[in-house]
């Protein structure tokens, strides 16, 4: 599933400092905004304890990580709406991503120049979401125009689309973001349609200097206060940390430097995890002597749509699921065990698959 998180902020936040951490991708990091002029994308493979347990058990041939594409994305300033700073070209590949993350800079150094001249995260965000929200009014009002051409059908879809688009035009006039108006769950598939920027699930990162990265700073204290409303995750990383942590060899020197900032693991570990679940994703397993692998699904996916990820001849043919929990696994230690515990059960095309589950699919093609 190639699922994609887009990083965004104000040029000079931390963006493509931030993204070479995450893929080792090596895109430019320059003192000076529009370095990134194209989108880069990394594909990261996503940090998960549980595939480190299941390789002590099974000692496969190869372990394969579940993964997600991030998109470095350049730095939008005010105007972009209109075109400003190459904005059309930017805000395109912002809506083709799944979630974003937006970075807030939230650290002084005088030797960085921010874009407005001071450090201020809040109208950062500010200046970031009001581009975003006048993109999607403009996009709202050309569907809307479409919308009318076809009411006089009386087709109930066409209406019900109507009636939602016109409260989401409101809803942007007030200045607010599409993920913050209340929708029931046919609204919320309905509205995927429009392809809205602000209708994306958001997280906000602070980048902050050393001595923040643990306890946080008054900047973060702000960010916290101000999205507080939005149900969004904030997460705290120092961005060029980050980047002396890559440049270690070895995993003994990356502990070490961790343990000096009184930190357990490096932050971006934190920040794949969170994006993953910023997209609804649940992992399960196919654990074999050949092979132990993650695979990546939607939360909510049936057994058969889970067998689908796989190869689509598994979906298509599916005739049950084998399916053994985690923690029975690895508290048991194999699948004989686990079968003479009674744990070891057998689903059907009804099965809602849960993470975390360790599965094997019986098909007929």
């Known amino acids: ?55 002590s058990i099974v000692n496969p041939e190869r372990v394969v990580p579940t993964t997600m594409e991030i998109v470095d994305i350049a730095g939008l300033v005010k105007g972009a709406s209109k075109g400003e700073g190459l904005g059309n070209q930017f805000l395109a590949n912002i809506r083709e991503t799944d979630a974003i993350i937006h970075v807030l800079r939230c ?4 030797n960085i120049i921010h874009v407005d001249g001071s450090v201020d995260p809040i109208r950062d965000k500010e200046v970031i979401d009001l581009e975003l929200q006048l993109k999607d009014l403009e996009s709202i009002e050309k569907k809307i125009q479409s919308l009318v051409r ?13 009636e939602l688009a016109t409260r989401i035009k ?23 349609r429009f392809h809205l920027i602000t209708s994306k699930p958001v997280m906000y990162l602070c980048n902050v200097d050393e001595a923040s990265v643990k306890t946080g700073n008054q900047y973060v204290d702000k960010v916290r206060e101000h999205v507080k409303a939005e149900n969004a995750e904030v997460l705290v990383i120092g961005a060029k940390i ?6 270690l060899e070895t995993y003994e020197e990356r502990q070490m430097f961790l343990e000096e900032l009184g930190l357990e693991e490096p932050g971006v570990n934190r920040l794949i995890r969170s994006a993953y679940a910023l997209l609804d994703l ?39 699921a084998e399916v053994m929990k985690y923690a029975d696994y690895t508290t048991y230690g194999s ?22 589950d360790i599965m094997h699919f019986r098909f007929n093609v």
């Open 282 to 320: 649940y992992t399960y397993f196919t654990a074999g002597v050949k092979e132990v692998r993650a695979w990546t699904i939607t939360k909510g996916m049936t057994a058969p749509q889970a067998a689908g990820v796989i190869h689509t001849d598994f979906e298509k043919g599916f005739i049950r």
């Open 150 to 162: 076809n009411l006089k059908s009386g087709d109930k879809e066409v209406v019900k689309e109507n």
């Open 335 to 356: 699948e004989s065990a686990v079968k003479d515990a009674g744990k070891f059960k057998v689903e059907g095309k009804e099965y809602v698959v849960e993470d975390g």
């Open 242 to 247: 980050e980047a002396d942590i890559t440049e």
């Open 1 to 55: 599933m190639a699922l994609k998180c887009g990083i965004v902020g104000l040029p000079n936040v931390g963006k493509s400092t931030l993204f070479n951490c995450l893929s080792n991708a090596k895109a430019q990091s320059a003192n000076f905004p529009f370095c990134t002029i194209e989108p880069n994308v990394g594909t990261i493979s996503v940090p998960d304890p549980r595939l480190e347990k299941l390789e």
């Open 107 to 110: 650290f002084d150094d005088g």
């Open 170 to 192: 409101e809803h942007l006039e007030k200045g607010l973001s599409v993920r913050s108006l209340e929708m029931d769950e046919n609204e919320k598939e309905l509205v995927k």
